[in-house]
Structure formats: C-alpha cells, structure tokens
C-alpha cells in the first residue's frame, strides 16, 4: 500500500468546513483512497473512499486531484463530535480488511 | 444489523499468562483482521483471516496467533504476555473479496498486562 502523509494536526471552529489533505504522490493506479476516523478509545469509523472522482456520502466530500497524488477531505459543517484522529489510507481494494494506518491528523473542533 | 463484537472488552492479565480475545464480525462478512494499538506504535495490523485462513500476517511474533471458525467468528491468542504487550486490541470485519468495501471495527478490547 502507498504511503501517505497527513499533518499531526488541525483546528477548526465548530460550524465551518473543516478541510483535511493527505498527500498519497506513490499512489498506483488500482489503489484507492480510504478515509477512516477514530474517536478516543474507539474502533476506527470509515468515512468514505474513491478512486479517482469526486465523492460524497452523509459524512463528507472526498475530492482527489487529477493527478492522484493527492486529496482533501471535506466535513462541510464539522460539530464537536466530530473531533477525532482522521486516517487517510490509500489500499488495494481486494487486500480485505487490512489497513496499513500512519500517523493521522488530530482534528480538534472548537465551539 | 449488528456491528462487530468483541469480547471482553477490558482485560487484565498477569506477565506470562496468556489470553485469548474474540471477535464477532458482521453477518455475511467473511474476512477477519486483528489490530493492535499503542500509544508508541499506533494502528499495527496483525494478520487477517478469510475463510478460516490465515491470508495475511504483519510483523508480531509468534506468541501472537488466531484462527477463524467456519461461521467467521475470530479468536486472537497472546501466549507468554509481557508488558509491552498491553494495548487495545481491534479487529474488523469487511466482505472481501468484494469491490468497494470497507472495513467496520469493533470498540476494542482494552489488554491491560502487570
């Protein structure tokens, strides 16, 4: 799996878009993007994944440059829940569930 | 439908005992994956199960082991516990196989060793 980097950290104030990139630039062409977070003491909760297009769910808005190497995650009115350590994971769809985890970036959401 | 289940979800065990942790996956879910996370090492994928078996493994020691049944329930042994060992212990459930799919974890089941 590509390796991706993520800052260690991010504010946002509670009620604005809270925009979190990865950079994924080792990313091959059958390798998605996986976004899953984890709230203190928690299992991790997926978000949502893509490949190349744009994608949003309930949750959030993935967007991915055309070149891939990289992406942002948008939570487009981010709440106090939503505080929690983001991954950004970029795998093989058919490596079941395995998931090669970094640092992740710490999102803390102020009122 | 229910989520994933893992059992217990605390444990506290003595230096050179050993543990056996469970994990339900979801219904109709048929891949296993076991976790473990520490403060120093983060996130560290353990091996996963498929089928019964064991398709992939990380980088753990052989005191780390794990079967899977034939109705996908998983258990995770640690023999001979040492205090590095003391972790919260995650496993995930997905359809693999089956593109486009996540995985869905369990709340963990938290290792304490002393």
């Known amino acids: 799996d590509a390796k991706t980097t993520q800052p260690p950290s991010m504010d946002c104030a509670e009620g604005r878009a809270a925009n979190l990139p990865c950079n994924h630039s080792?990313?091959?062409?059958?390798?998605?993007v996986y976004w899953y977070r984890q709230i203190h003491s928690q299992g991790p909760q997926y978000i949502i994944h893509g490949l190349k297009n744009n994608e949003t769910n309930e949750m959030a808005s993935l967007i991915i440059t055309e070149d891939r190497k990289s992406s942002t995650l948008i939570l487009p009115h981010a709440t106090l829940r939503d505080t929690a350590v983001y991954y950004c994971i970029v795998r093989v769809v058919t490596s079941g569930s395995r998931l090669t985890f970094g640092e992740g970036t710490q999102l803390t959401v102020n009122p | 439908k229910a989520g994933v289940t893992q059992t217990p979800r605390y444990l506290i065990k003595t230096r050179g005992q050993q543990v056996t942790l469970s994990c339900s996956p979801i219904s109709g879910h048929r891949s296993v994956s076991w976790y473990q996370q520490t403060p120093g090492q983060g996130l560290q994928f353990l091996f996963e199960y498929f089928s019964e078996t064991q398709r992939n493994k990380g980088n753990f020691p052989g005191r780390f082991s794990g079967r899977q049944f034939s109705n996908s329930r998983s258990e995770m042994n640690v023999s001979t516990l040492e205090l590095g060992d003391s972790a919260l212990y995650l496993c995930?459930?997905?359809?693999?196989?089956?593109?486009?799919?996540?995985?869905?974890f369990g709340q963990g089941t938290r290792l304490t060793v002393v």
């Open positions: 995930a459930s997905s359809l693999w196989g089956v593109l486009n799919t996540e995985a869905f």
């Open positions: 080792t990313i091959s062409g059958n390798e998605y």
